[in-house]
């Protein structure tokens, strides 16, 4: 069966879905309603999509779709994905979960207990890229130490400007949220829980996000190390997730590009590597096939909404540190 998608939220990753799903099999998933109040995101549709339908209200995509994405506002997702499960949708979500993280536990726990069909967009769980670190990883024995590390020229990253608003707050932006999040999903999927043993969070005056992290954690028995800092790059953005094991070293370098550490210290990239602009929509096909099983009641491992509130819980800590 065909999938209907619906989509809440037509800002940058509402608008990147989209284009994903219009160049997927329509016989897997297909895009059939969009709606955000947005005063401009009505003609970025028609440009993009002439014929997608932006409906008058939230409720109006739920009652067209199978699966509803939801890429709106953090504070905004639990409403819509209790809306989507009440009338039998499943729901794709955006991280974080929530603006409160006692309601994101309350969320989780209800969800599950309903058995919702449910996942949360963490695009790693179908990177390429990560599975040659998995395949990689057979071979260099058991893991000794991880670090983690993100820079950004400023925050929001200069494409993210339209949504500053929100995204250089405290409340709710942020790159330990909005990306070292991403980090902390591939670390627990690759050695286990994530406890956090120490943080340092330093913020401007006034309610402006965070601008350099440093944490201490350990996931599965293994020591990590996360830093990020904004003002000490001249690039947009850096960032990388090194694994030291046994017998080498792996990393993850600017999202997508996979390198395995030489006999003689240097780094070797994975033959097949591509940069994350050529990478992303490899990556949201695998999401979309993944969200399409998920909708028709199958088993995937998209990210989970146990997981998401795992990441998440860690991420707050970290920022409260």
Known sequence: MSVALGLV??????????????AHDPA???PVAVWDPSPTADARLA???????????????????????????????IAHAEA????????FL??????????ARRFVAAAEARGARAAVNFPMASSPAVAQLSAWRAGIGAPGALSISAEFATWPRGWQQAAASWLAKRQDGGFTREVLSHFLFLTRRQLGPLTLTAAQATYPAGDGAETAIRAEMTAGGVKVTVTGSVGHTTADETN????????????????????????DGSWATAPDALPNEKMRPLVLKGQLDKLAALTR???????????????QEVVEAMLAG
């Open 9 to 22: 939220g037509f800002g940058i990753m509402g608008e990147r879905l989209l284009r994903a799903a219009l």
């Open 47 to 77: 440009e993009i999509a002439p014929g997608l339908p932006m409906l008058g209200s939230a409720a109006e995509v739920i009652a067209a779709c199978d699966v509803l994405y939801i890429a709106s506002p953090p504070s905004s997702h």
């Open 240 to 263: 990388e997730w090194r694994l030291s094991c046994q017998a080498g070293a792996i990393r993850l370098r600017n999202w997508s590009i996979a390198e395995k550490q030489a006999a």
């Open 297 to 311: 009641g199958e088993t995937t491992d998209l990210a989970t909404l146990r997981e998401a509130l795992e990441v």
């Open 84 to 91: 989507a499960f009440a009338a039998g949708r499943a729901a």
């Open 94 to 103: 955006e991280k974080p979960l929530a603006s409160d993280l006692v309601e």
């Open 28 to 30: 897997v998933i297909r």
